[in-house]
């Protein structure tokens, strides 16, 4: 195995961030690190202390991936004084939001709904060992398929990659991606509320996945995804009182209360929240 070199990663937890629901491909190995793909990049990586150890020749990619410049201190300090939200902090620190490759993590999002962790984890394997190219020397990790390569693929042979329901938008997704009906790139230069629309034109995508595109991919941490944990942790925390507030207004609120680093509270509350449940039952995505 190539020897690993070090960086610096203050404030920072790999296995929490690997584990907290936002990318579903990293794999654990003999080492005590994980192994896995930035973009079409192998890496091995693991941590002692506030140094990571990372393949040689991928310290920058990683240092920009895994968000190692986001300043923390700075980010926790904008968040409410809010004890539910503090706890929340407390028990994720560490927790960093990645930068992610647009079309991955569209398509794995997409892919999520209504799964466990595991669940999405071996479909995404699936997914990348049935159309994705694979890696020499790094088996069994693959490159996640472009969408050219998938928008050639049947809804059936998507099905037996276990996707069920979800093998139909995958499908029609990336066609209109492949096609040019909506291109991922242009997004970057609109604002938030034309690139969430934009992102919602795509088959199966709604505000939820096109939020998680937004913060997990395109960087917009202010970015606020509304699941079944998230919905929940609202309604608890801050409505008690009010029952019937719709899913509009609990959007509106979450972008007034949270700021703009809203999208790192809502990594926090939805990570604080699913974990907490795991001794019940199995965790979902976003």
């Not at 654990?28 to 020749?57: C, F, M, N, S």
């Not at 998507?158 to 329901?165: I, K, N, P, Q, V």
């Not at 925390?237 to 790192?264: I, M, S």
């Given at each position: 195995?190539?020897?690993?070199?070090?960086?610096?990663?203050p404030?920072?937890?790999?296995?929490?961030t690997?584990?907290?629901?936002?990318?579903?491909?990293?794999?654990?190995?003999?080492?005590?690190?994980?192994?896995?793909?930035?973009?079409?990049?192998?890496?091995?990586?693991?941590?002692?202390?506030?140094?990571?150890?990372?393949?040689?020749?991928?310290?920058v990619l990683?240092?920009?991936?895994?968000?190692l410049?986001?300043?923390?201190?700075?980010?926790?300090?904008?968040?409410?004084?809010?004890?539910?939200?503090?706890?929340?902090?407390?028990?994720?620190?560490?927790?960093?939001?990645?930068?992610?490759?647009?079309?991955?993590?569209?398509?794995?999002?997409?892919?999520?709904?209504?799964?466990?962790?595991?669940?999405?984890?071996?479909?995404?394997?699936?997914?990348?060992?049935?159309?994705?190219?694979?890696?020499?020397?790094?088996?069994?990790l693959?490159?996640?398929?472009?969408?050219?390569?998938?928008?050639?693929?049947?809804?059936?042979?998507?099905?037996?990659?276990?996707?069920?329901?979800?093998?139909?938008?995958?499908?029609?997704?990336?066609?209109?991606?492949?096609?040019?009906?909506?291109?991922?790139?242009?997004?970057?230069?609109?604002?938030?509320?034309?690139?969430?629309?934009?992102?919602?034109?795509l088959?199966?995508?709604?505000?939820?996945?096109?939020n998680?595109?937004?913060?997990?991919?395109?960087?917009?941490?202010?970015?606020?995804?509304?699941?079944?944990w998230?919905?929940?942790?609202?309604?608890?925390?801050?409505?008690?009182?009010?029952?019937?507030?719709?899913?509009?207004?609990?959007?509106?609120?979450?972008?007034?209360?949270?700021?703009?680093?809203?999208?790192?509270?809502?990594?926090?509350?939805?990570?604080?929240?699913?974990?907490?449940?795991?001794?019940?039952?199995?965790?979902?995505?976003?």
């Amino acid at each position: 195995m190539t020897k690993l070199v070090p960086i610096s990663a203050p404030h920072f937890d790999l296995q929490r961030t690997l584990d907290s629901g936002q990318v579903f491909h990293w794999l654990p190995d003999a080492a005590g690190g994980y192994q896995g793909l930035i973009g079409e990049t192998p890496v091995r990586i693991k941590q002692t202390g506030d140094q990571l150890w990372v393949t040689p020749g991928t310290e920058v990619l990683a240092a920009r991936y895994f968000a190692l410049d986001h300043e923390m201190d700075a980010i926790c300090a904008s968040f409410p004084a809010d004890p539910g939200l503090s706890e929340a902090a407390t028990f994720c620190h560490g927790v960093r939001i990645l930068r992610q490759p647009l079309w991955e993590c569209v398509a794995t999002f997409l892919t999520s709904a209504m799964k466990q962790v595991i669940h999405i984890r071996q479909m995404s394997l699936a997914v990348r060992q049935r159309f994705g190219r694979r890696v020499p020397g790094w088996e069994p990790l693959a490159i996640y398929p472009e969408p050219e390569r998938l928008a050639c693929a049947t809804e059936t042979e998507l099905r037996e990659c276990g996707l069920g329901f979800r093998a139909k938008n995958l499908l029609g997704t990336a066609r209109s991606v492949a096609e040019g009906v909506v291109n991922l790139e242009a997004i970057r230069a609109m604002d938030d509320n034309a690139a969430l629309a934009e992102l919602c034109r795509l088959p199966g995508v709604g505000p939820k996945i096109a939020n998680c595109a937004l913060l997990f991919a395109y960087e917009r941490l202010g970015a606020f995804p509304i699941d079944v944990w998230i919905e929940r942790v609202l309604r608890k925390n801050y409505f008690l009182r009010k029952p019937n507030v719709t899913p509009k207004q609990l959007q509106e609120f979450a972008a007034r209360h949270f700021g703009p680093y809203g999208g790192y509270a809502q990594q926090y509350l939805f990570h604080h929240a699913r974990t907490e449940k795991k001794k019940v039952k199995g965790s979902s995505s976003h």
